[in-house]
């Protein structure tokens, strides 16, 4: 329930994505055998990511489908950059402007820059599933996958 709407709707200041953690950290202490254990060592040992590492994953896999093709009706405004720049992977996005603070949440414009800086291999992948893969190994050494508090 966390989860739905990521792409619509993101909280953007601390407080809001502090008080939705908190929902996650509340649950998994329900958990007998680890209520006693720290919030990371519990995300940890259930293997769930902090909300600060699915929500970036979570526009990642939906970027993936806009570029690929698997979302046709209401596409967002997601346009592949010109390729004139050879850095970077061969799918890159074109950054708009952003005037308004407002705008920078829209999906449109806060997943080019993420998108952008993924290596080739994971951006070409041939399927969703083996784009999961190539981008969970891809930011497998992030720090705040399990701790939460490295990103406040």
Known sequence: MLEYGHSVWQPRHKTLCSD???????ATKLIASLKDKPYPERLTSLGLPSLEHRRPRGDMIDA?????????????QLHLHDGRD??????????????????????????VSIWNSLPDSV????SINAFKIRLDKHWATRIEQYDPECCH
């Open 20 to 26: 939705l953690e908190d929902v996650q950290r509340r």
């Open 123 to 126: 951006v070409t992948a041939p």
């Open 64 to 76: 993936f489908k806009y570029v690929h093709g698997a979302y046709e009706a209401d596409r967002p």
């Open 86 to 111: 050879t850095r970077g992977n061969s799918l890159k996005l074109a950054k708009g402007r952003c005037r308004l603070n407002v705008r920078a949440g829209y999906f449109s414009y806060r997943v």
